[in-house]
């Protein structure tokens, strides 16, 4: 068991170009979070998994941001047309839910921090 | 709407004295709650959780929390405090209808342990 890892750690980018940051959730792990940090703050859900299916988007989800879980493992977070209002954290987390029983907490990556210049 | 609070922006304590966290939540229902750390330029780990049963739960690092269904508090607690226990601390709610199992976090308190 390594952890939930992400990349890439830091990204910048210049308003207008699009970002993509990759998830690596635990191996058994059928959920994945996006969650989103501005500074001093908490976290805010973005949107989740169950396997490969996204099942709930948050209202901060703009029709700019998509994610994908194409094989039901790792996870990609897509920011098109970045805004300077996009600079944050992006914090991936999984767990293990199964029907009756499953893991109640969720599992951080490090986090990728996005600098929108 | 769910929703958590942590009244302290900061918390300040010296090493070896007792330390508290504090945390109030709002949900429907017997709300799931959690502690998470952050430290700079890490995620957030996992503390400890209150899901039923004894209202006082025991987690990592010496690290508990009492829930108080009453005043719909979660504070967090440990005897003695230690200089490597500063950093960021989170609580988070899950309400229990929710399917998605999303947490709902509070804006975190920045603890100080001084020397």
């Known amino acids: 068991d390594t952890g939930v890892s992400q990349d890439p750690r830091h990204k910048i980018t210049k308003r207008g170009q699009n970002v993509t940051f990759r998830c690596d959730p635990i191996?058994?792990?059928?959920?994945l979070y996006w969650y989103r940090q501005t500074l001093g703050q908490g976290p805010e859900f973005l949107t989740y998994f169950q396997n490969e299916a996204q099942l709930e988007k948050s209202r901060l989800l703009s029709d700019r941001f998509s994610a994908e879980r194409p094989k039901g493992s790792f996870s990609t977070l897509e920011i098109q047309r970045t805004e300077q209002g996009d600079s944050a954290m992006y914090l991936c987390a999984s767990s293990l839910i199964m029907a009756g029983w499953g893991s109640y907490e969720q599992y951080f990556g490090p986090g990728t921090r996005l600098t929108v210049t | 709407a769910q929703s958590v609070a942590q009244p302290e922006d900061q918390v300040n304590v010296a090493e070896g004295n007792p330390l508290t966290v504090k945390c109030t939540y709002s949900v429907s229902g017997n709300p799931y709650l959690f502690w998470y750390v952050q430290y700079p330029n890490r995620g957030l780990q996992f503390l400890l959780k209150?899901?039923?049963?004894?209202?006082l739960v025991k987690g990592s690092y010496g690290f508990e929390a009492e829930f108080n269904k009453s005043q719909t508090s979660f504070h967090l607690k440990k005897p003695s405090a230690l200089v490597s226990d500063s950093a960021l601390y989170f609580c988070?709610?899950?309400?229990?209808?929710?399917?998605?199992?999303?947490?709902?976090f509070g804006s975190g308190t920045r603890l100080l342990v001084r020397p």
């Open positions: 191996s058994e792990h059928n959920r």
């Open positions: 209150y899901i039923t049963g004894d209202n």
């Open positions: 988070a709610v899950r309400a229990p209808m929710d399917s998605s199992y999303k947490l709902i």
